[in-house]
Nanobody, 126 residues
Framework: QVQPMESVVGSVQAGGSLILSCEAW????????IAWFRQAPGKEREGVVS???????TYADSVKGRFNFHKDDAKNHLYLHMNSMKPEDTATYYC????????????????????WGQGTQVTVSS
């Protein structure tokens, strides 16, 4: 089964910016929800941002105003633009796809997603 695959562009210190990308072919056009999650050591996986089929976007409170989701259909890529980064943003980041085609009460609930990337480590130094 094809899985999405994340990659990282750039490096970051506190206050800096970083862009994550995820190759989501062939799911970018026919998914119910697409999302970014993260998991810090010793913590549960948490939703960062989710976008549904009609483009409604849900951000976690911890990243609102700092992170932005972008999708490039022509390149079959998802992006997470992370700005004003903090040491607490340090985590393994995952892109995720939901193909169940049923509404989610909480789009940031990890249990609702079917396909996961392998994860990419992001470290924000202070």
């Amino acid at each position: 089964q094809v899985q999405p695959m994340e990659s990282v562009v750039g490096s970051v210190q506190a206050g800096g910016s970083l862009i994550l990308s995820c190759e989501a072919w062939p799911y970018i056009f026919n998914s119910d929800y697409i999302a970014w999650f993260r998991q810090a050591p010793g913590k549960e996986r948490e939703g960062v941002v989710s976008v549904d089929r009609v483009g409604q976007t849900t951000y976690a409170d911890s990243v609102k105003g700092r992170f932005n989701f972008h999708k490039d259909d022509a390149k079959n890529h998802l992006y997470l633009h992370m700005n004003s980064m903090k040491p607490e943003d340090t985590a393994t980041y995952y892109c995720a796809i939901r193909r169940t085609f049923a509404p989610m009460r909480n789009p940031l609930d990890a249990s609702g997603y079917n396909l996961w990337g392998q994860g990419t480590q992001v470290t924000v130094s202070s």
